[in-house]
């Protein structure tokens, strides 16, 4: 069985085809809680993967094949994570004021440039 | 005629049709980039050629306006609309009948030259004034490309930094892949991820859903609700190839590194920043990057970053990362902190941010406005359908929402309230009269709106000029087509029908081979002889009959040939007739001989038309029956055994067989008796009767007497049969069978009064010899009794009229050839039976062309002639 089902996990191994989809999908309905893990899946057909995008079921394990780890769950389940991964998001205790001696700073120099 | 000339004109001819049949294919759909170009290399090569002649300027003059009028549409400075389609198709008529006019006194017509220079003005005219067709600057062109793949923004952005980092430095060009699968795609077989999977060079992917997702109990793990957005780098062809098979689903564009440019985030007013835009544009001016960025590094280190201008802010950071930086992207990008929203590319930022003003502030295309006319006219069928009062609410409630969503994107304010009103009495009324009453007002407005300004069709990002192109970094590859040189020989017909002859008589001198066989045996007594005179015959006769297919392959034709003129036919009749007509074209590829094909053309106009002027009805009719308005004809061609069919099939009123038996009593064509115990199919091919036409009024296209009769005749003495049925309401369907190929027939000899005729092979179903005594007399008429069925016989020799020869009457048994004669069995009592032998069937000519009893004759190997015996004539 290319998906592992347990009462807590639903496990996706190697190839998942579609024929999976209504199993996973059932599965989902009678464990809502469930987590997913998909650390050993290679890849999933279309109607899997739209069944968890649909469900959003918790993730437990990301897969570690390339494409799917890159380009397919990159962001589609994880949108918050990923941007915050790349956008390295810092808050400033007082944005405002940061902002200001930056622009100060900035106009000084702008100054300087323009009599020498 | 000189060579060079002779060359001209077959492939200016080839040309013309080229480019006719791309001006075709791009009224259907405008946008597509392939066969703009391909018509545009079709006027340029035909310019090129002509310029060669100088006497004939006239050509080179109408063509190149042609030329400069498709090079604005290609570039996207004019939009192809209808009128400028007549004209470009005008433009190819008259080339064409300049061309004839070459071919036949090697001299362009006279007033060629005025004619000609009028029509280069006119298709000037479009260039010059576009006719209110708003001209697309190369600015508009790109926001219709923004607007197509708005969805780019919704890509993370860290992947589109990425992907624009590379295509500016590898200068590969960039393309948008949209696939939307269709919902049943699982049960074809397709796993769209796993297409997505082997993308090349995939940059950026983004899944998400078509449609909301239904509720749990709904849901529906078979039906696809996905939709894939990615950026790839891959050469064109190569994605192309990739989606050969969901071509329709998908949507690749090609787009500039710089489209990637989108600031997302939530959006913040700020008057600091706004300081700051002002003095970076100064610093931008000065192009002093260094400063700037300096400036910007540090803004981005306290700024928020899900905020819009922090985004913004990140993107030129990125931009001045480069040497030498591309000032207009960060002007644009400045100026549109500075209002918080991009003035070069507007509006299509607000939608996904939800803080745009309205959708009403969106432009509106005209290809976009067509779409929702047909939702309107789509909800005035729905209400016009009978429905059950149950279900009329639902009805009502549905209808109203798709109008209220289309007249607000429309911005029609009035309607709005006029819509509210109409339904409020609907529900009153408990009738959907009211609603529908509101609808054919405004449809008939806003179709004489559309018809009174040519609609601007939309160019979204299908055709890239020259010059962008190379900004794109288009690879040198693709920017000249290769074209595979084609390994064709264009030869003139008549040499292939000089070969064709030769063979012939290589046939028959073949024959006499045998002929010398049996007379080294019977007369010199030569056994040995003879058998080496046969093996040698079965040695020349494999190879003539190779040498004939070969031949005969090569006038293979296929029915495209004829095909071809029917889009451009349907086209201007329906324009003509105000009809709507939709040309369904199938086996176009069916092939059959170059004799056939030309004989079936006339006939097939004539079916085309019939079906266009008689079958198809108005629109208005169409609709009132629950039809669709347009109508569709369907041409198909297909193999069926060793002949031809090819089938006229149309959706439009059928026949009425009542009318047809009327039709034929006024006319003597039957009489009463005959109309009441006709069958409905009977009374249908009555019209195949010569001197009968259907057609209330003779109109311009049909109905001038010539009907149906000439069609079958034509078609019969093609060697082929037409058949013909009908449902009053539903449609006709004509049938054309017509052998393959009409140069070798195989015939049976038979003998008669000691001379032999030929009876064609494909009619003959058996041949027995009968005992005299079986045949019975029924009043004066002689039968046989075969296998328990009743045959009718003739006698060979009264139907030809011969004198009765004394030495058959004692004879006990009769040779009887069973022949198939319109689908019944027919016997034909001859003296004897001969062998069977191919023959190439010459037609009859001179004063005897009229002698229609025999089909024609041949030659056989002994020197003597045969005649082929035509039945459809004798019996």
New interface residues.
Partial sequence: MPIEFTETEAQLIDMCTIEEAEALFEWLQNNPEGGINLEKCEHLHTAILQVLIALKPKVTVLPEEKFLAQWAFAHILWPESSESDNNQKKKPETPKKATLNALNAFRSQLQKRKDP | MNPLLVHFLSEARELLEDAAKGLLALEENPTHGATMNQVFRAMHTLKGASGLFTEYSAITKVVHAGEDLLDGVREGRLALNSDMMDHLLDASDLVNSWLDSIENNEKLPDGADHEGEALAKNLRAWLENPDGAAQDTQQKREQKILQSVSWLQQL????RIKAFKESLESHDPLYAIQYT?DAQC?FTG?????Q??QTPD?R??????QNP?PA?EL?D??S???KFQALSTAPKEELDEHFLYIADQTEITEIAPHFLILPTGDREE?E?LA??VE?AL??CEDQ?WD?LR??VS??L??????LWHTSALRWIDLLLTYPTPRSVWIETLLSAMDKNEFSGWPDYTVEENGQGESDAALEILPAEKTMFLNLIQAQKEILAMPCTPDCREGRLAAVNQVLKNCFTRLNMTTQLDALKKAIEASGEACSLEPTKNLLTPLLQAETQQQSASPATMPGVGAALTKEEGRRLGRRASDREPQETRQKTLRVDQSRIDNIMDLVGELVVAKNSISYLAQRAETEHKNREMSRELKDQYSVVNRISEDLQSAVMQVRMLPVSFVFQRFPRLVRDLSRKLGKKINLVVQGENTEADKNVIEDLSDPLIHLVRNSLDHGIEMPEVRRATGKSAEGTIQLIAYQEEDKVAIEINDDGKGIDAKKVKEKALSKGLINEEQAEQMEEQEAVELILQPGFSMAPQITDLSGRGVGMDVVNSAVERAGGTLSLSSTLGKGTKVKLSLPMTMAVTRVMMIYQNNQTYGVPFEIVVETVRVNRSEIYQIKDREVVVLRGKVIPLFRLVNVLGLPPEESNQDRDLEAILIIRFKDEDVGIIVDDFAEGVDIILKKMEGIVSGLRHFGGTALLGDGSVLLVLNFKELL
């Fill in positions: 993370p952005e860290h992947q699968p699982f397709d796993d769209p991820l796993h997505m999977r995939i950026s992917l983004r899944i998400t859903h997702w749990t849901f793990a078979y696809c609700n996905l700020s600091i300081e700051f003095d100064v610093l002093a400063s300096k400036a540090s803004l280190k306290t700024e928020d970053a899900a």
